[in-house]
């Protein structure tokens, strides 16, 4: 398991450290640097009990974004799950994330034209 600790630096830099993660099992929170504080039971029964968030590869795939203070699909995420070991990996669904990017375009091209 890897990890990125982020959480003084976006602390000094004034961003809400904590990441909201939302299914439609339930919800999850981890802390700045991608550990877990909280995650509902259900998410717990669906895809076991998550250790990190892997911020490295959301904050390479979203350049200039920030994760921090916001809530986000499950989806956008790579998480690792406790399986007893080191973690098992979930990666992002690149889908997904094809799918908003899309539909991000669609939004912004709607607006221009107004």
Not at 22 to 49: K, M, P
Not at 77 to 99: H, L, N, S, T, V
Request: hydrophobic letters at 35%; aromatic letters at 10%.
């Amino acid at each position: 398991m890897t990890g990125f600790d982020v959480g003084h630096e976006t602390a000094e830099a004034g961003y809400l450290t904590d990441i909201g993660i939302c299914s439609s099992h339930g919800n999850a929170t981890f802390d700045a640097a991608g550990r877990i504080i909280e995650q509902d039971d259900e998410l717990v029964e669906v895809y076991g009990a998550f250790l990190q968030l892997d911020i490295c590869e959301w904050m390479a795939r979203y350049p200039g974004e920030k994760p921090f203070g916001k809530e986000h699909d499950i989806l956008d995420f790579g998480i690792w799950i406790d399986d007893g070991k080191e973690g098992e990996y979930m990666g992002p669904e690149e889908g997904w994330r094809q799918d908003r990017e899309l539909a991000s375009r669609d939004e912004l091209k709607a607006e221009e034209s107004v």
